[in-house]
Each structure stands twice: as C-alpha cells, then as structure tokens.
C-alpha cells in the first residue's frame, strides 16, 4: 500500500467524525436570551405644595389727585407775576403767583370804611333823638306813644344802614385780596395763561395747578382677577413700575378706592391707587425719584396668600387631568382643580399631594395603568405670583 492510499481514507474518516458531531450540536436547542424591558422611560418631577401670594397686575397713566383752573375773580391789569409761576414751577400753598392792579379796590375799600363812619354817627344821633322823645312822652300823662312817636323806626333804619355799611367794607376787602393770585395747594404749574400787562376779566382763566401731594392712577382689572384681590383690592398694597431715564425705577402706594362701575368699552373695573409725595418735594420723602405726571406705570398689586398650592407647567395639563407615576410604577391620570393660570404656569388647588411623581417628558399614548420606568426625578422649583 503507498502513502496516499493510507492519507485519504483517514483525511475522509475524520470528515466524518466532524461531521457528525456537527449534526449532533445542531440537535441542541438555542440559549434563550434575557426579556427585553419594553416599558417607556419617563422623567418625573416630584411634587411640592406651597404657600402662594396672588398677585395682579394692571397698568395706568400717572395725574394728580387734584387738577384745578386758576380763574381771575376780579377784574383788572396783571401788574406782578411770580418767578416760580411758570409750566413746570412748584408753589406752595399759599405762594403768591400774580396780582392785578388794586387801585380801584383800594379805592372801594376807603368808600365802604367812609359810608360806616357816616352810618355810625347817623346811628349815634338817632339814638340820641330817640332818648329825648322818651323823657318828652314821660311828662305828658294818660297817653300812650306810638313807635314812630319814639323814633323806633328811624333808629332801626340807621341800624341797618351801618349793617350794610360793613357788608359793603367786607365785600371791598375781599375783592381787594382777590386782586392777589395765590396757590390754593401745593401745586406743580401745568400752564400758565397769562403776561404782565394782561387785562383780565371776572372768570378770565389764570392757570391750571396740579397737586404734588398724592398723585393717582387708574387700574384697570379684570373681573375675574377681582377674586385674587382681598375686599376686591381696596386697602391693597401697590408696587409702580417705570421706566424714566432710561432706569427702570419704582414706588409704593395704596388703593384707596374702587370707581364701583365696570367700564361699558373695554368690561374692565378701575382701581384707583394714590402715591404721597410724588415728587419727593417733602424732606421726609425717603424715595428721591420723581414720579411725574404723565407717566405710563406697570403695576402690581398685592392679593390672596393661598395655602397649599401646587405649580406645574401648563403643557402638563390633557383634558383636565395630569399624569403621574403611582406606588406600582404605573401611569396615573389624576383630575386636578386650576386656581390660577399665569403665563405657562398653573396653580393647582385641588388633586395633587406632596411628594406626588408628576411626568415630564413627552407620552404618545398615555394610558390609564401603563407600566413605566422612572429615568430621572427632578426637585421642584417655588415662586408665587
């Protein structure tokens, strides 16, 4: 036999063997793999519930509280005018502004103070003649005297006279302090409408004045925002806002009121807000920047502190309802209460507890009792509005 005759038969041979124990492992069935987790991961937000302070915001035009029209009470040529009264000037209350010439009136006053000397002594003699006419009708026995017989009437006539007398002095005085322009508050000077040389008649306009001593804003609010505010927002602290050269600055003030009607073009009720001192003119003032009027402000006011509050973002909310992860690690609808919604956030009074797992990330089909996998829980942040 030759060496190739012996190769082949044993290169075959072990073909063979292979071969079969290869049939043999293909008999076996295959490792089964572990369960894939098909369950949908989800990142949650662990609820917290909070003490809220509602707050509502509105915005307004600044005025003065009082607005008034100097007019001229007496006629006359405008002979003085203060420095200070120009548009833009502060007086104080009482501050001479412009005077009209007085001559005429003084003139009036010296003929009213004349005419009560004239009444005063006519009275004096009258009394006088009365006095004799009663001793003569004592002499004269069984008679009874008549008032004019006792010059009653003519007495009573001299009385009068010098009561008209002073009447008059008064009237003369007072047109005399009229010709004396004063500021009848402290006052900012909106305009002034008149010039040296000016010849004015009675109910001529002088100026406007505006007080500096409280300045008001009407504020526009919704009804429904009404139930934010405690006693409908009067007594409420205000916060204003302004922008004013350039640096946004603010002030405090009070509601002092409700206009108690709702506004037929626009449905909205007004409060009014008063600010003290808007120009810090007083040496108490403690707040420097002028509030002047005019001004456009932003306001907020302050309202209801609400206990127990939870705030979520709004896109959370489907139907009424948010989801959450229950103890089971099941998905939850829960029917929440909406107290409030402010910008993209909502205010839930009612459905959520402490501690609750709320979904954040975004579910194609959320279905009641889903299974799901938490990948992340994140810590709520707290604000109030």
């Known amino acids: 036999m030759n060496k190739k005759q012996f190769i082949f038969p044993l290169v075959v041979l072990l073909l063979g063997v292979a071969g079969y124990w290869g049939f043999a492992a293909m008999d076996k069935p295959p490792a089964e793999k572990p369960p894939a987790d098909n369950r949908p991961l989800v990142t949650v937000l662990k609820n917290q519930l909070v003490n809220s302070h509602f707050s509502v915001s ?217 600010v003290n001192d808007p120009y810090a003119l007083s040496a108490a003032a403690k707040i420097k920047n002028e509030l002047r009027y005019g001004s456009y402000v932003t306001a907020i006011i302050n309202g209801r502190m609400m206990h127990d509050m939870s705030i979520i973002d709004r896109h959370l909310l489907i139907d009424g309802k948010v989801a959450l992860v229950n103890k089971q690690q099941q998905l939850h609808l829960q029917e929440v209460t909406i107290a409030r919604t402010v910008g993209a956030q909502l205010f839930i009074s009612a459905g959520l507890k402490e501690g609750d797992l709320l979904i954040t990330s975004p579910l194609d089909y959320p279905i009641e009792g889903m299974p799901v996998q938490i990948s992340r829980i994140a810590e709520q942040g707290v604000s109030g509005h």
């Open 58 to 274: 509105s915005y307004g035009v600044v005025k003065g509280k009082y607005a008034t029209e100097l007019v001229a009470q007496v006629a006359g040529e405008i002979t003085y005018i203060s420095d200070n009264f120009v548009r833009g000037g502060f007086v104080k209350q009482g501050e001479l502004l412009a005077e009209i010439d007085s001559s005429d009136y003084d003139v009036a006053v010296t003929q009213a103070q004349a005419n009560i000397a004239s009444a005063q002594a006519a009275l004096v003699l009258e009394r006088a003649q009365a006095e004799v006419a009663k001793k003569q009708w004592r002499d004269i026995k069984n008679s009874q005297p008549t008032p004019l017989a006792l010059r009653e009437p003519q007495v009573a006539q001299q009385q009068a006279r010098l009561l008209s007398a002073k009447a008059a002095l008064q009237s003369a005085q007072k047109n005399r302090q009229r010709t004396l322009i004063t500021a009848p508050f402290d006052a900012l000077i909106d305009s002034r409408k008149i010039a040296l040389g000016s010849y004015l008649s009675v109910g001529s306009p002088v100026a406007n004045l505006l007080s500096t001593a409280q300045a008001e804003i009407r504020l526009p609010v919704a009804d429904h925002e009404l139930r934010y505010l405690i006693d409908k927002g009067v007594g409420a602290k205000v916060t204003l806002f302004a922008e004013l050269a350039g640096v946004r600055q603010q002030w405090p003030g009070t509601i002092i009121r409700s206009e108690g009607i709702i506004d037929e073009r626009n449905r909205m009720n007004y409060l009014v807000a008063e």
